[in-house]
T-cell receptor, first 113, second 116 residues
Framework: AQSVAQPEDQVNVAEGNPLTVKCTYSVSGNPYLFWYVQYPNRGLQFLLKYITGDNLVKGSYGFEAEFNKSQTSFHLKKPSALVSDSALYFCAVRFNTGNQFYFGTGTSLTVIP | DSGVTQTPKHLITATGQRVTLRCSPRSGDLSVYWYQQSLDQGLQFLIQYYNGEERAKGNILERFSAQQFPDLHSELNLSSLELGDSALYFC???????????????FGSGTRLTVV
């Protein structure tokens, strides 16, 4: 079955430290992978995507993610966290055979001043 | 503004009632998706329409229905409402046309439904 997992419900990191939000997927084809961010009472905002090519993709607000095919992972990273990065982060996978997205359960990131 | 418009932003209604949520997709996008976000269920896919036709169905209850109109806006109808239907309902759109290189979704800001 196609699925995406975010193993951590909550991630806390000190301001200025690097952050990682984990995502793994289970797929039987070639996935398109995405990260979205949700601020309180707002819709999901697109951060970055991996379609093909370079495994390291850079996105909005200084975020980046690395596609690792052997580990079926697509972890979100940022070298130096800001308090304003505190939000809910969703990993999503879409398969090249269809339009439907599968979302992870979300990871709440708190950056501590 | 993402380009996807959802109305109303907030809705409070009583159990047993029926409500209609509206979504206008980003200009030119042919696909509309509805998602339900609740605290205990996360983000659940409900249904997708493409150019007026139902394309995919997820965890949508029989009390819920949707449609997409010729002008591409979509409505999600929720009937016989229960307390457990209280949630944030998101609409997303994608794909200005077949073969579009736009692979992602654009989300609206959601409708917060509270059933009392």
């Amino acid at each position: 079955a196609q699925s995406v997992a975010q193993p951590e419900d909550q991630v806390n990191v000190a301001e200025g430290n690097p952050l990682t939000v984990k995502c793994t997927y289970s797929v039987s084809g070639n996935p398109y992978l995405f990260w979205y961010v949700q601020y309180p009472n707002r819709g999901l905002q697109f951060l970055l995507k991996y379609i093909t090519g370079d495994n390291l993709v850079k996105g909005s607000y200084g975020f980046e993610a690395e596609f690792n095919k052997s580990q079926t992972s697509f972890h979100l990273k940022k070298p130096s966290a800001l308090v304003s990065d505190s939000a809910l982060y969703f990993c999503a996978v879409r398969f090249n055979t269809g339009n439907q997205f599968y979302f992870g359960t979300g990871t709440s990131l708190t950056v501590i001043p | 503004d993402s380009g996807v418009t959802q109305t109303p932003k907030h809705l409070i209604t009583a159990t047993g009632q029926r409500v209609t949520l509206r979504c206008s997709p980003r200009s030119g996008d042919l696909s509309v998706y509805w998602y339900q976000q609740s605290l205990d269920q996360g983000l659940q896919f409900l249904i997708q329409y493409y150019n007026g036709e139902e394309r995919a169905k997820g965890n949508i209850l029989e009390r819920f229905s949707a449609q997409q109109f010729p002008d591409l806006h979509s409505e999600l109808n929720l009937s016989s409402l229960e307390l457990g239907d209280s949630a944030l309902y998101f609409c997303a759109s994608s794909g200005r046309s077949r073969g579009s290189t736009d692979y992602g979704y654009t989300f609206g800001s959601g409708t917060r439904l509270t059933v009392v």
